[in-house]
């Protein structure tokens, strides 16, 4: 009984409709933010130089959080939150289009997709924040701890998913440094007798 009454109170804050939606919003957000990543490292694996494309995608990614990590906790303290996550939303949504439009007329060029990964990251720094110090006028007090956990389960659902995406990455980056023609036709694990620094 008391583990089931402990599971409940849990993922009772999603019974609240102003506190489930944004936090669906955001885990779609986060989820789309590291499909991005990965999609990024992929179109770059057969550039030119692509095992250092493939890495500076990662920092492009990251980076911002470096940059622009304690800014977003101060707008989120200075501004109002909602009409801030609605501009930074508004913002990830024309810079994503842009993204899928220049990729879908064959004009990506290295350079800018990472910078589009740059700004998709920043528009994640700057959420983050927000959307945490909102939470508390989302809830009653008394569901304010359960809240608290499921929007830390919501920002880190998706790098729970990078282990097996970084083991992809490696053996892309082993198939970008590898002789042509000695693991292309053999697959991965040929990219990984070839250039087992790298797998």
């Given at each position: 009984m008391a583990e089931r009454h402990a599971t409940?109170?849990?993922?009772?804050p999603l019974r609240i409709t102003?506190?489930?939606?944004?936090?669906?919003?955001?885990?779609?957000?986060?989820?789309?933010?590291?499909?991005?990543?990965?999609?990024?490292?992929?179109?770059?694996v057969h550039a030119a130089?692509?095992?250092?494309?493939?890495?500076?995608?990662?920092?492009?990614?990251?980076?911002?959080?470096?940059?622009?990590g304690i800014v977003g906790g101060v707008l989120a303290d200075t501004l109002d939150r909602r009409r801030l996550l609605m501009a930074v939303q508004g913002s990830l949504v024309v810079a994503t289009?842009?993204?899928?439009?220049?990729?879908?007329?064959?004009?990506?060029?290295?350079?800018?997709?990472?910078l589009f990964t740059f700004v998709i990251g920043t528009g994640s720094v700057l959420t983050t924040p927000a959307y945490q110090s909102l939470v508390p006028e989302l809830v009653p007090r008394d569901r304010l701890a359960a809240a608290a956990q499921l929007s830390?389960?919501?920002?880190n659902i998706a790098p729970h998913r990078e282990p097996?995406?970084?083991?992809r990455f490696r053996r892309i980056r082993a198939a970008a440094r590898c002789p042509r023609g000695r693991g292309?036709?053999?697959?991965?694990?040929?990219?990984?007798?070839?250039?087992?620094?790298?797998?």
């Open positions: 409940s109170s849990t993922w009772a102003v506190f489930r939606w944004p936090w669906l919003a955001s885990l779609v957000s986060n989820l789309g933010t590291w499909m991005q990543t990965v999609g990024a490292q992929w179109f770059l130089h692509a095992a250092i494309l493939v890495s500076l995608v990662q920092t492009a990614e990251m980076l911002p959080d470096v940059m622009f289009s842009a993204l899928a439009a220049f990729t879908i007329a064959g004009r990506m060029s290295p350079a800018l997709l990472l830390s389960i919501n920002v097996p995406a970084r083991t292309h036709r053999r697959g991965h694990h040929a990219f990984e007798g070839a250039c087992p620094a790298f797998a």
